[in-house]
């Protein structure tokens, strides 16, 4: 999902063990040459935004969820942030996205007038027997006019384009209960494209996606880093990470570090990052 831009200035995974630190040292043989061509036309160039977090803290009741989290994404980078189930990243993102209270200081810097927000979700969570076609799931997501009467002409050629990127051009009128878990995430990220973002926030989005999802996302990350979009991913295969992202920020709700992917992805570091659980009282 997409949400336009209007905020002022200051506005449960598996648990992690060696098998994860061995994973993240080894090299990759996949390349982005072996993805699947795409019949989309480029992506324009954008400009992303600057995410400055300064000392961003939140607390539940007794529990303190966030504990004064700083770190800076770059405009047009990759920027990964990784951590153990219950680490904060999740409610970092609902912090961003203003659906949670914090303190602290939490600032977009667009290089012009604020831009587009797009969102993707880690799951999608529906009655598979409803008889919603992808096209259906589309038209209710990306506009206002109800999905029952069709596509509405201003968004039918956006859909029709983000659904070209992720490969399901052919499945649109496939009802989405029928699709594999592969592909309705393939769906969620063509949904987040539309309206094109400038910045773009997603969370864990290989989680569900087959051998085929994953080369048209890797893809698609390589197109919005060139295009100049900003993106902020949660993630936690390692070794996807180290390939794909700019910068990684370790998070379990302070932050343990924030480095190149080269840097950040140490036995050590990340040792230390899924077998410390910092949880404390207010």
Known sequence: MTTQETM??????????????????????????????????????????????????LTLGRTTILDKVTFE???????????????????????????????????????????????????????RGLPMTVDDFMAAMCQRRPAFLGLSKHYAAAI??????????????RRMGALSGGERQRVLLAQG??????????????????????QVFERLLSDWRQSGITVLWIEHDLEAVGRLADRVTGLNRRVLFDAT??????????????????????
Do not use: C
């Open 73 to 127: 994404v770059q405009p047009g980078s990759v920027h990964a942030l990784v951590g153990p189930n219950g680490g904060g990243k999740s409610s970092l993102i609902k912090t961003l996205l203003g659906q949670m209270p914090h303190q602290g200081r939490l600032s977009l810097q667009w290089p012009g007038e604020p831009g587009t927000i797009g969102y993707v979700p880690q799951a999608l969570e529906f009655d």
């Open 193 to 214: 494209l539309i309206p094109a973002p400038q910045l773009l926030v997603l969370d864990e989005p290989m989680s569900a996606l087959d051998e085929a999802g994953i």
């Open 261 to 282: 992917p080269k840097q950040a992805l140490t036995p050590e570091r990340l040792l230390t990052l899924f077998s410390t659980h910092p949880r404390s009282a207010v």
């Open 160 to 173: 029709g384009e983000a659904l070209e990127r992720v490969g399901l051009q052919d499945k649109r009128k």
């Open 8 to 57: 002022s200035p200051t506005v449960t995974e598996p648990p992690v063990g060696a098998s994860l630190l061995a994973k993240a040292s080894r090299q990759s043989t996949s390349s982005l040459n072996d993805t699947p061509l795409s019949r989309a036309s480029p992506l324009p160039q954008v400009s992303g935004p600057t995410l400055d977090f300064a000392e961003v803290s």
